[in-house]
């Protein structure tokens, strides 16, 4: 009885220690966002929640309205600046317009963004478009990755 006792205390000491750990991760890459300011556009319709940045790479989320101007067979355009204006590429996100009320999220990975300009444009432009970065983990994910791991190493 006096081993199970053991082995329980060993499992729940290693599950606190990684509910721990995430928990600092998570603070800490958290910590490091700034916010980036939005240039000027006439565009109502699409209203920011989020637009952060680290030196390395940022995230950007936000609502399309479509309820009284429908935009359809349309992007929306991101385009990141420096602090001196230099353009470091854009970003495509399609239009949906089925739906009223549109969110979508913008993931770079682009060095010392401190501005962005959105606008609506009818096609991509291959060129200057950066590359997909996968979605940020929610605290859902590393819970279930963290269960993964530790009965995977147990």
Known sequence: MDKIKKYILYIVLIALFALFSNFLIAVGLNSNYKEIERRQDNLSQVEVVQAEATKVN???????????????HKYLKIEF????????GS??????????????????KLNNVSSYKISVVDEKDPQGEIEFLPKDLNKRDIIIATIIAILCFA
């Open 91 to 108: 970003k495509y996100i399609e239009i949906n317009h089925d739906q009223e009320e549109m969110p979508f999220e913008a993931f770079f």
């Open 58 to 72: 940022g995230r950007i989320r936000g609502i399309i309205n479509n309820k009284e101007n429908k935009i359809e």
């Open 81 to 88: 600046f420096t602090e001196r204006n230099i353009n470091m």
